[in-house]
């Protein structure tokens, strides 16, 4: 009996030393950050209770934006003041954005088209990866994002697609950029972030002029 007590008290004076000298247990390491997609470039992106994110309305944008209102199907929406629309059809217009130069974003626009009687209300973009349900301001949106290339261009985009009626009124923003390996000299790979912020800004502003 005394030579089992012995060694049980030695096997518990072995595990408590042993227990002493353990390392300290490193520290939790937080993942980092994946690089944004185009859906993660909207911020205030918060779910509701019936799980819908909602974004919340960005600051009162500066006075001098512009104001694209298109009467025939009733909407509006403000852009910056450097942004020119460089095409316009019934159905659609084109409004090119400030980017800043000297990367491998060639341009930034809005892309806006209309269509009847569309079921369901979605953006015509080619190479849709994702998408969801969003509302802002109390307008419900489906937010769509991709992607498509080719012959070293890139074109990365973001839409949103609202119904009225029987009309489907999507704006897609655009960011195309090239290929840093088409280049001898490869410039600067451009801030996505930076250049998405203004998207939000933007949608923020739409409205229907006949709620």
């Known amino acids: 009996m005394r030579s089992c007590f012995r060694t049980v008290l030695v096997l ?3 595990f408590g030393l042993a227990g002493c000298n353990l390392p300290t247990p490193a520290p939790a390491v937080t993942p980092t ?6 859906t993660s470039l909207l911020p205030g992106d918060t779910p509701t209770a019936t799980g819908q994110p909602t974004l919340a ?3 009162v944008v500066p006075a ?5 209102t298109d009467q025939q199907y009733g909407f509006t929406f403000r852009y910056p003041k450097e942004g020119q629309i460089t095409n316009q059809q019934d159905h659609s217009a084109r409004i090119s954005l400030p980017f800043m130069p000297g990367t491998n974003l060639a341009e930034k626009f809005i892309d806006v088209a209309v269509t009847e009687s569309a079921d369901p209300c979605v953006s015509q973009n080619p190479g849709v990866n ?13 937010e769509e994002s991709g992607a498509d290339a080719g012959a070293g261009q890139i074109y ?15 704006l897609t923003f655009v960011l195309h950029s090239t290929n840093p390996g088409n280049y001898l000299t490869p410039p ?8 998405s912020d203004i998207f939000a800004s933007i949608l923020a502003t739409f409205a229907w002029l006949n709620p």
């Open 188 to 195: 600067p790979l451009f801030d996505k972030a930076t250049e």
């Open 33 to 38: 950050a994946l690089k944004e997609s185009p």
């Open 156 to 170: 990365e985009w973001l839409a949103y697609s609202t119904s009225k009626n029987n009309l489907c009124v999507s």
């Open 64 to 68: 001098d934006w512009q104001t694209h």
């Open 130 to 142: 994702q998408s969801q349900p969003l509302t802002v301001n109390g307008i419900p949106f489906l």
């Open 12 to 14: 518990s004076m072995a």
């Open 57 to 59: 309305p960005t600051a």
